[in-house]
């Protein structure tokens, strides 16, 4: 016979495995403080209970005799969701959303709940705000619909009977439910770990999508345990300044489509809007008159944008000069400063460097080598680069310009907005040749050949 004991629970040390009946504030096994996490412990069935045999064994099978899943997938009515999503929401799948306080997580959720209601049956689950307060904000956003269920409640087994009626699930937010198997309170590791592996079982067993909103650090990072990301199909991140309006939502983890793809709204009274049109983000009105910025057109997923790198440089005050960087990789800009001092003979020894990528977007792929170079270059001759020229390429640590990947794409998304030259490397020259007679194409081999190209002759160094 089957045990019936119901499921312990006990407390483990995050730090060395150290187990106890109760909570302890210092782990007697490795002296850490505050790392022991409440875990449920499942009662072992007797010995001669268990079979000897399994009656149907699990069996390995070849790759060639696995057949093939189709996904289906759902509109969420909001085009850069979908794109980030993979082109669509995958049903019976976990989508986390993190983000600041108050940076639009509900609003873009209920947006999408409202428009899956119009075909489905879909349920809001408000552990933090009251079903008012919610229809308030459908109100506001001019939403509505009888397919759209409102529920505010906590204890996640009080909820589970009206989630599985659901086709669609909005939990808002994982920090704010618990489960009356753990003592512990709500938002605790235990408590976040058990309850998304409890709606990971529902979801998987009934095939109900679940949305969950997820709380963040004050280093950014999602609140709680780790295994929370790995229990997750999607992991999105929803990033932006409240006194903007210009939200990027991004993917870091998609087992249904891209990591690369990066969503662009802009905050409105009727809601989260999708931005299809980037230059008015990523792009002055006033580059080109002013030395210090360059543009370089960068592959994020499927898609190509072109967006302006701007440089200050100013006489530190200090005997160490200061390098701050905003959406390039700090590691990144040291290096590319030592090339131009080595190899382009242009001195930053005496002076602070500040560089900032438009729009609040984080350039991480090593194509922007080269326009980070230009930019420099540019501010410390002061003189600006052509509003209508964009610059793209690897730079390694002897001066070469090398090779980059989509660089037709690159060159493609220049000539559509409208861009008359593009700095290239000499590589990628010969994939590009087709689009020699809509715009000039500069190829160059090193970084002093694009300075020279850009005419950014430091006055340090007038052979540079």
Not at 363 to 375: H, Q
Request: net charge neutral.
């Amino acid at each position: 016979m089957p045990s019936t004991k119901a499921p312990v629970s006990r407390f483990v040390c995050s730090e060395c495995g150290y187990s106890a009946p109760k909570w302890l504030g210092k782990c007697p096994g490795c002296g850490s403080f505050n790392t022991m996490q409440e875990e449920l412990v499942k009662p072992e069935e007797p010995r001669k209970s268990r079979p000897a045999v399994s009656a149907a064994p699990s069996r390995a099978r070849p790759l060639s005799q696995i057949g093939y899943e189709k996904f289906e997938r759902v509109s969420s009515g909001i085009e850069e969701f979908d794109t980030v999503l993979g082109g669509g929401i995958v049903r019976g799948s976990l989508v986390l959303l993190g983000g600041d306080p108050g940076i639009g997580k509900s609003t873009l959720l209920t947006q999408v709940s409202a428009h899956l209601a119009r075909t489905h049956r879909v349920l809001y689950l408000s552990a933090e705000e009251s079903c008012a307060q919610v229809k308030m904000r459908c109100d506001r956003l001019e939403l509505n619909s009888d397919n759209l269920y409102l529920l505010n409640e906590t204890c996640l087994e009080d909820a589970e009977s009206a989630m599985t009626e659901a086709e669609f699930v909005v939990v808002d937010s994982v920090q704010a439910v618990y489960t009356e198997a753990l003592s512990s309170a709500a938002g605790s590791v235990g408590q976040v770990r058990e309850c998304a592996s409890r709606l990971m079982r529902i979801a998987k067993s009934r095939g109900i999508t679940f949305f969950l909103i997820g709380h963040v650090t004050k280093e950014g990072a999602l609140a709680g345990p780790k295994v929370l990301e790995h229990i997750m199909d999607t992991v999105l991140y929803f990033e932006g300044r409240q006194e903007e309006n210009v939200k990027l939502l991004r993917a870091v983890k998609n087992r249904f489509g891209s990591v690369q793809e990066v969503g662009v709204f802009e905050m409105t009274e009727a809601g989260l809007k999708s931005v299809t049109d980037y230059s008015e983000i990523f792009l002055s009105d006033s580059r080109g008159s002013a030395a210090g910025s360059a543009v370089t057109p960068s592959e994020s997923g499927n898609r190509c944008m072109n967006v302006e790198i701007q440089t200050l440089i100013a006489k530190t005050a200090y005997g160490l000069p200061r390098r701050m960087s905003l959406g390039i990789d700090y590691n990144k800009l040291v290096v590319l400063i030592a090339v131009l001092e080595k190899r382009c003979g242009i001195p930053f020894y005496s002076s602070d460097v500040y560089i900032n990528a438009m729009g609040g977007i984080k350039l991480a792929e090593p194509s922007v080598d080269l326009a980070v170079c230009a930019a420099l270059a540019s501010a410390a001759s002061d003189i600006p680069v052509d509003k209508y020229t964009a610059v793209f390429g690897e730079v390694g640590l002897t001066g070469e310009v090398r090779p980059v990947s989509c660089a037709e794409k690159r060159v493609n998304e220049c000539v559509k907005t409208g861009f008359r030259r593009v700095v290239l490397p000499a590589k990628n020259m010969k994939t590009c040749e087709k689009f020699k007679g809509k715009i000039e194409l500069v190829p160059v081999s090193y970084v002093n050949q694009m300075i020279q190209a850009l005419s950014l002759r430091s006055p340090f160094n007038p052979q540079a």
